[in-house]
């Protein structure tokens, strides 16, 4: 089983700064890691598939780089609808396509 | 609208079984993989199961396999998790989420339209 780390756990910054995320994985996905957010009481919301690509409507402050172990979800100047939870998966060619245990973004 | 709506969910006794169901509408569901994702309390995602779209490939997490069965209905627009032998630890609130699909028809590694989720309690 592939295992993800993200670090940190938690994040405190302010609006407007930027926020740099890391989620390393055990051994090689290739670029087959997605990103998502998730805010409290609500279900996950797809940022990035495939390390890089941003999902339908996300706005462009979102951007996703890496391959292969390390991958970096950076948001470029938070907004305060950015404070959230972010989860990173693989999504390697088989199963279990396991999660991180996510990082908090929270308000400074 | 693209929407899908879990329902199923509930307090059962440990050993005990449910069964959810996801209900897919504004989409050509028959086109999409599928799969079903918990949240236990305070905790994070895991992934436990997935159909392909014509329920040819299915997959589960070890923490689930041999007691959970997921399945669809294209006819119906639907998917279901049975869930036997249930434990306290599976406790956890049960989205079901779709596999995109990108505009060039190639499978999109990521799960682009999820369900609001049903709450599974397993407590005596």
């Known amino acids: 089983e592939i295992v993800l780390t993200q670090s940190p756990a938690t994040l405190s910054l302010s609006p407007g700064e930027r926020a740099t995320l890391s989620c390393r994985a055990s051994?090689?996905?290739?670029?087959?890691l997605a990103w998502y957010q998730q805010k409290p009481g609500q279900a996950p919301r797809l940022l990035i598939y495939?390390?890089?690509n941003r999902a339908t409507g996300i706005p462009a402050r979102f951007s996703g780089s890496g391959s292969g172990t390390d991958f970096t979800l950076t948001i470029s100047s938070l907004e305060p609808e950015d404070f959230a939870v972010y989860y990173c998966?693989?999504?390697?060619?088989?199963?279990?396509?396991?999660f991180g245990q996510g990082t908090k973004l929270e308000i400074k | 609208e693209v929407q899908l709506v879990e329902s199923g969910g509930g307090l059962v006794k440990p050993g005990g079984s449910l069964r959810l169901s996801c209900a897919a509408s504004?989409?050509?569901?028959?086109?999409?993989?599928m799969n079903w994702v918990r949240q236990a309390p305070g905790k994070g995602l895991e992934w436990v199961s997935s159909?392909?779209?014509?329920?040819?490939?299915?997959y589960y997490a070890d923490s689930v396999k041999g007691r959970f069965t997921i399945s669809r209905d294209n006819a119906k627009n639907s998917l279901y998790l049975q869930m036997n032998s249930l434990r306290a630890e599976d406790t956890a609130v049960y989205y079901c989420?779709?596999?995109?699909?990108?505009?060039?028809?190639?499978?999109?590694?990521?799960?682009?339209?999820w369900g609001q989720g049903t709450t599974v309690t397993v407590s005596s």
């Open positions: 989420a779709r596999d995109g699909i990108a505009a060039a028809g190639t499978a999109l590694r990521g799960m682009d339209v």
């Open positions: 159909i392909s779209s014509s329920s040819s490939y299915i």
């Open positions: 495939d390390a890089s």
């Open positions: 504004g989409f050509t569901f028959s086109s999409y993989s």
């Open positions: 998966q693989q999504r390697s060619n088989w199963p279990p396509w396991t």
């Open positions: 051994q090689s996905v290739s670029s087959y």
